[in-house]
């Protein structure tokens, strides 16, 4: 069975356009990428499937929904 070509413009946990000017053709040359700037949990990693990493990024919204599910640690002082 033939697997489906790896597209690096599409979130492999998604499939959506993940918006990355590193896998942007021309694209890289504007500067860096919002992924450069943003954090990317070790558990949402791990959910990447092992032919796509470091092949592929996760977009926007898959960071943001991990992050929206994430515990928020409590701050020194509050209760």
Do not use: H, Y
Not at 50 to 77: F, T, Y
């Amino acid at each position: 069975m033939t697997q489906p070509a790896l597209d690096p413009c599409r979130c492999p946990l998604c499939g959506q356009p993940n918006a990355c000017a590193l896998a942007t053709p021309g694209q890289a040359a504007s500067g860096p990428c919002w992924c450069t700037r943003v954090p990317f949990s070790a558990d949402l990693l791990k959910q990447v499937p092992e032919a796509a990493r470091n092949k592929a990024c996760i977009c926007a919204a898959c960071v943001a929904k991990s992050q929206d599910s994430s515990p928020v640690p409590l701050q020194a002082g509050r209760t």
